[in-house]
C-alpha cells in the first residue's frame, strides 16, 4: 500500500509513539539529572509531579476546547515541560538560597519569602511568553494557530500551577537544610562572570562572528522537504515509499486539468467516414450528441503534447491521461492511433465500470477538460516542489503552447507546497510580530527602552544561530522545524527575565555593576544552568527517533538551550555592564 493517506497514518503513528517512548525516557533522564543536582527526594519528586500536573491539565482543557494535536501542535508537550521546569527549578533554588541565608525561619516564613522575590519576575516571564506564542495566532495555518493558543493555555496553567501545587507539596515535608554538594563542584557560572569581566573583547568578536554566520546560514535556508525524508533509511515506510518511487512511478500525487477553449461543434466533412458508421449513427447520435464531436485531432495532440511534457521531466514517474489510452490504442491497432470516431464510439459504448477506470478520470467533455494525474518521485534527491511546479506552469505555456487561464495545477503537491510556502511567510511575520510583542514587554515591565533593545538583541541571539545552523546544515524550514523560532525565543526570554530581575535587585546594594554581575551569577545562574541541563540532557534522547522531524526537533531544541544559556551569561551581562541601563551605578575598582 501507499499514497498520501498512508503517509499521513504513518506520521501520526510515529508522533504517537514519540510522545509515549520519549516521554517516558525524558522523564527518567530528568529525574536522574534532578538527582544528581539536588541529591534529595523532594527537589526530585516535586518538579516531576508538578511537571505532569500542569502538562495532564493543559491537554484536558486543550480537549475539552476541541483543539486537535497534530504533527505541528504536539510540540506545545515539550515546550510546557521546559517552562514549567524553569519556573519549579528556580523557586528550588531561590529556596536554596534564602535557606541559607535565614536557617532558623519556618518553612512557611521560607516560602513566603521565596515567593515574595520570585513571583513578580515569574509572572514577567509568562506575560512575555503570552505575548510571543500569541503571534502565531496570527497565522493564516491553523495547526499553528493552534499551537499558539495551547502555549497561552500551557503557560498560564504552569505559572497557576506552580505558584499553587509547589508550595502546598513543599508544606507537607519538614524543612531540612539543603545538600549543596553539586553547587560547591559547579563553578561554570563563576568562569563565565570573570569572562565578561576579563575578555569582553572576546565575547564581542565571537557575537560578531555569530552574526555573520548566522546571516550567510539563514541566506541559505529552504522551504522544502519530501514525504521520504521525514523516516529513517531503516524503516518500513521508507523502504515501502523507495519501492513505490522506483519500480511503481511515484509517491506524491499531482494533477493538471487542461480546459479547452470554447468553439462550435462542427461536423467533419469525411464522406469515408460518414458511409462507414452510416449503419448505426442514428442511434449513436440519440446516445450522445456531443461526444462524437468533443474527439477532434486538435484536442488529442494537445493532449498528448502534455502528456510527454510531463513524463519528460525527471522528477516525475508515472503520468495517466487520455493519452495513455491513446499509446494503447498505437499497440492495439499495429502503431495506428485510434480515430476521432472510435474514440467517441468507445466513450458511449463502453459500460460504466470500464469507462469510469478508462476514461472518466481524465475527461470531462460537459466542461471541455482534460485531467492528468502525475505522481511526483519523492525520493528524488533534486527534487524541489516549488521550483517543479513552477517550471511545469512555464513548460505548458512554452513547450505546449497552452494559455496560462487555460490550465491549473491542483492536488495534493500543490497542497503541500503552499502550506510550505505559508509556513515559511508565515515563519517572517510571526517572528516580526513576537520580536515587537516581546520588545514592547520588556520596554512595559523594565520601563527602559535600553533595557528593552538591550533584551531583545540577546533573545534574537539563539534564533540567529539556529537559523545559521539549519542553513548550513541543509536542514529545510518544515512544519515541525517551523516552530523551534518560537521556542528559541521563549527559553531565551525566561533566562533573560530571571536574570535582568536579579541583577536589578543586587545592583541596588552597592551600584556596583561588575559586582552586582557576579553575584546575579552566583545566585539565579544556578536555576538557569540547571534547569538547561535537565532539559538539554532529556532532549538529546529525541536525537534516537526513527521520525526525522522529532530527531531534528528534539537536536535544534538542545542547540537552542545550550546558545540561549550561553548567551543569557556572557553576552547578556557584557552589554549590561557595557552600556549600564539601569544608571550609572559605580565605578568598579581592581
Not at 536579579?502 to 541596588?508: G, K
Not at 538539554?536 to 534522547?541: D, E, Q, T, Y
Amino acid at each position: 500500500m501507499g499514497g498520501v493517506i498512508m503517509i499521513a497514518d504513518d506520521m501520526i503513528s510515529f508522533v504517537k509513539d514519540d510522545i509515549k517512548i520519549y516521554g517516558i525516557a525524558i522523564l527518567v533522564i530528568m529525574i536522574a539529572i534532578l538527582w544528581i543536582i539536588f541529591r534529595q527526594i523532594r527537589f526530585v519528586v516535586l518538579p516531576i509531579i508538578v511537571s505532569i500536573s500542569a502538562v495532564v491539565i493543559t491537554t484536558g482543557i486543550n480537549a475539552l476546547l476541541g483543539l486537535e494535536v497534530t504533527v505541528i501542535s504536539s510540540n506545545y508537550v515539550a515546550m510546557q515541560l521546559i517552562t514549567t521546569l524553569s519556573l519549579v527549578i528556580h523557586l528550588i533554588v531561590c529556596y536554596r538560597e534564602e535557606y541559607a541565608l535565614y536557617p532558623d525561619a519556618s518553612q512557611k516564613e521560607l516560602l513566603g519569602i521565596v515567593f515574595e522575590r520570585m513571583s513578580i519576575p515569574s509572572i514577567f516571564v509568562i506575560l512575555t511568553s503570552i505575548a510571543g506564542f500569541g503571534s502565531l495566532m496570527t497565522c493564516g495555518i491553523l495547526p499553528i494557530i493552534d499551537l499558539g493558543t495551547m502555549m497561552n493555555i500551557g503557560v498560564t496553567i504552569s505559572l497557576i500551577v506552580t505558584y499553587t501545587l509547589f508550595p502546598a507539596m513543599m508544606m507537607l515535608f519538614k524543612k531540612e537544610p539543603p545538600v549543596l554538594v553539586f553547587d560547591k563542584a559547579f563553578t561554570l557560572n563563576e568562569t563565565f562572570a570573570k569572562i565578561v569581566e576579563h575578555h569582553s573583547r572576546i565575547i564581542v568578536t565571537v557575537a560578531i562572528a555569530l552574526g555573520l554566520f548566522s546571516i550567510l546560514g539563514a541566506s541559505r535556508l529552504v522551504v522544502e522537504n519530501s514525504f521520504i525524508n521525514y523516516f529513517k533509511k531503516s524503516t518500513e515506510i521508507y523502504k515501502g515509499m523507495k519501492k513505490i518511487d522506483n519500480n511503481l512511478g511515484g509517491t506524491t500525487p499531482l494533477e493538471i486539468v487542461v480546459k479547452f477553449p470554447k468553439a462550435p461543434a462542427q461536423k467533419e466533412n469525411n464522406e469515408d467516414a460518414a458511409s462507414a458508421i452510416d449503419g448505426f449513427e442514428e442511434e449513436f447520435n440519440a446516445m450522445n450528441n456531443e461526444a462524437q464531436y468533443w474527439f477532434t485531432a486538435q484536442k488529442m495532440q494537445t493532449i498528448l503534447k502534455v502528456h510527454d511534457y510531463l513524463l519528460s521531466l525527471p522528477e516525475i514517474g508515472n503520468v495517466s491521461s487520455l493519452g495513455t489510452l491513446a499509446k494503447v490504442g498505437r499497440i492495439v491497432k499495429n502503431g495506428n492511433d485510434f480515430d476521432n470516431f472510435e474514440l467517441a464510439l468507445l466513450y458511449n459504448e463502453l459500460p460504466e465500470r470500464y469507462k469510469k477506470i478508462l476514461l472518466s478520470p481524465y475527461i470531462n467533455i460537459e466542461h471541455d477538460e482534460a485531467r492528468f494525474v502525475v505522481r511526483v518521485v519523492d525520493s528524488n534527491p533534486e527534487l524541489r516542489r516549488s521550483e517543479l511546479l513552477e517550471s511545469i506552469q512555464k513548460g505548458l505555456q512554452s513547450e505546449v503552447g497552452l494559455d496560462p487561464q487555460n490550465y491549473h495545477l491542483v492536488g495534493m503537491m500543490v497542497l503541500y507546497n503552499n502550506m510550505l510556502q505559508s509556513l515559511f511567510s508565515s515563519q517572517i511575520s510571526t517572528l516580526g510580530l513576537a520580536v515587537l510583542s516581546l520588545g514592547a514587554m520588556f520596554l512595559f515591565l523594565f520601563r527602559s527602552l535600553k533595557i528593552a533593545l538591550l533584551a531583545m538583541t540577546v533573545n534574537m541571539v539563539p534564533v540567529s544561530v539556529i537559523f545559521g545552523i539549519m542553513g548550513f546544515a541543509n536542514i529545510p524550514l518544515d512544519m515541525m522545524s517551523i516552530t523551534i523560532a518560537s521556542i528559541a525565543l521563549g527559553i531565551t526570554v525566561d533566562n533573560t527575565i530571571h536574570y535582568y530581575y536579579r541583577f536589578r535587585e543586587e545592583l541596588q546594594i552597592d551600584g556596583d555593576y561588575i559586582a552586582s554581575m557576579h553575584r546575579a551569577h552566583g545566585t539565579i545562574a544556578f536555576g538557569m544552568f540547571y534547569y538547561s541541563l535537565a532539559t538539554i540532557v532529556g532532549f538529546l534522547v529525541m536525537v534516537t527517533s526513527n521520525f526525522i522531524p522529532t530527531l531534528i526537533f528534539g537536536l535544534l531544541t538542545v542547540i537552542v538551550l545550550i546558545t540561549a544559556i550561553v548567551s543569557d551569561l556572557l553576552f547578556s551581562p557584557f552589554l549590561v555592564v557595557f552600556f549600564k541601563p539601569f544608571g550609572k551605578g559605580v565605578t568598579h575598582k581592581k
